[in-house]
Nanobody
Framework: QAQLVESGGGLVQPGGSLRLSCAAS????????MGWYRQAPGKRRELVAS???????NSADSVKGRFTISRDNAKNTVDLQMNSLKPEDTAVYYC???????????WGQGTQVTVSS
């Protein structure tokens, strides 16, 4: 049974940093594209950053230069390092595992990130 569990969210002041972590179980982690999405109140869920099994990354223009995604296939984890946080980064952040060949898509339960003074 696939499970993604996020951790590391919280309240931070503008300009601060947070590191989100997602631990995966029940999947062959190394073959999945891992991603972080976020959803702010009243808005659609959007891609923040993704990292393929081959090491290719994709990220939203709004976070380029501030957020970094990384994965550890030995530990089945994917992290999102968030620096220079802004109030507009406030959202629930979701971990995602996707494999296009197997047509499998899994989500975590989400973790709240609030950027406020």
């Amino acid at each position: 049974q696939a499970q993604l569990v996020e951790s590391g969210g919280g309240l931070v002041q503008p300009g601060g940093s947070l590191r989100l972590s997602c631990a995966a179980s029940g999947i062959m982690f190394s073959i999945y594209t891992m991603g972080w999405y976020r959803q702010a109140p009243g808005k659609r869920r959007e891609l923040v950053a993704s990292l393929t099994s081959g090491g290719s990354t994709n990220s939203a223009d709004s976070v380029k230069g501030r957020f970094t995604i990384s994965r550890d296939n030995a530990k089945n984890t994917v992290d999102l390092q968030m620096n220079s946080l802004k109030p507009e980064d406030t959202a629930v952040y979701y971990c995602n595992a996707y494999n296009s060949l197997l047509v499998l898509n899994y989500w975590g339960q989400g973790t709240q990130v609030t950027v406020s003074s």
